[in-house]
């Protein structure tokens, strides 16, 4: 499709997909930093995806907004745009282009495991799938995140004395984590770092019920024995952990299927905990689309791309800069 480039640029319209750089016209398919960059002229995107926007970068991060619903058609010129839920975090969306009787889909990042914190995948037919590959590799099997969620809470409950403190990101993970741990049944206070505060409080407005959260840092340190903590990766490094006392390190991540990488993190429990679509949901989604040609980015491309040509499909790579391994995951 010439009138779509592999820095996902549509020409007809003028408009980039999750740009990196400032540019006039942009689609943002969610919020996370790789994918939402400040100074663009004009940004189209789902409402929470907006929302989120002006959370993190304030409220003239863009010269100007237009807020998209789920299903809603879109005609620029000769162009239709639509999106349709990614299943990723609250608000993502993937990207359905419609041209000259030709229809392209660009993923964003995209799972189809069921989540209560976003709305649901959904898939949409399509000529040309612009493919996320996160963990496009076969080893990628992300494991029910129900049954890591029971592991967590039988270690509170075998080590009352101790705090149990899990990384995850401050957009989508640290949510569904805390979500999950409600579904469970555990309804205790969970003790969030200032970094999740606003978000966990944006997410509670859409509608979504996270139980009592608390700050963790109006606590004494007495306080957090037999609790649970969230608070960033990075935080799990710093200064700002040393005030736990005797903490079980846990990360939540997809990233925790590779053992070695859990280790030199210093992660004493790893949770396989992942908001990307792993191995099994990247291939049964190119199937499902009933696609062509298929274009792979941010992750492990080679090896989707050498799947798909198996296949009998037209596959190509796009290296796009700017897109980092670990953001949102």
């Not at 030709?102 to 993923?107: D, K, L, N, P, S």
Request: charged share 20%; with cysteine; hydrophobic share 40%.
């Amino acid at each position: 499709m010439r009138w779509l480039n592999h820095e996902l640029y549509i020409e007809p319209i003028d408009t980039y997909i999750d740009p990196v750089r400032p540019v006039d016209r942009a689609i943002v398919t969610h919020g996370h930093a790789d994918h939402a960059r400040p100074g663009h002229q004009h940004v189209l995107a789902t409402p929470q995806t907006i929302d989120i926007m002006k959370h993190r970068y304030g409220a003239n991060c863009a010269g100007s907004f237009q807020s998209l619903a789920f299903g809603e058609r879109l005609a620029i010129d000769d162009v239709a745009v639509t999106l349709y839920p990614a299943g990723h975090i609250l608000g993502s969306a993937q990207v359905l282009i419609e041209y000259q009787g030709q229809r392209a889909v660009v993923t964003g990042d995209y799972k189809t495991y069921p989540d209560s914190t976003a709305q649901p995948f959904e898939l949409v037919p399509c000529d040309l799938f612009v493919t996320e590959a996160t963990f496009g590799l076969p080893v990628f099997q992300h494991p029910d995140p129900m049954g890591e969620v029971t592991r967590l809470l039988a270690s509170v409950a075998a080590q009352p004395e101790r705090c149990h403190v899990i990384g995850a990101y401050a957009l989508g993970k640290a949510q569904r984590v805390i979500k999950l741990i409600r579904e469970a049944g555990h309804d205790a206070p969970i003790y969030l770092h200032g970094a999740q505060e606003k978000l966990c409080g944006y997410y509670m407005d859409q509608g979504i019920d996270l139980g009592d959260l608390r700050k963790a840092l109006d606590r004494d340190k007495d306080a957090f024995p037999g609790h649970i903590v969230i608070a960033p990766p990075s935080a799990l490094r710093d200064r700002w952990s040393r005030r736990l006392p005797d903490p079980v390190v846990c990360q939540a991540s997809g990233w925790m299927t590779i053992k070695q990488r859990a280790k030199q993190s210093g992660v004493e429990l790893p949770l396989v905990i992942s908001d990307h679509a792993d191995w099994n949901e990247l291939t049964d989604t190119i199937s499902a689309t009933g696609a062509d040609t298929v274009w792979v980015t941010h992750g492990r491309e080679d090896a989707l791309v050498h799947w798909c040509r198996q296949r009998g499909l037209q596959a190509e790579p796009l290296y796009l800069q700017g897109r980092e391994e670990d953001s949102g995951e």
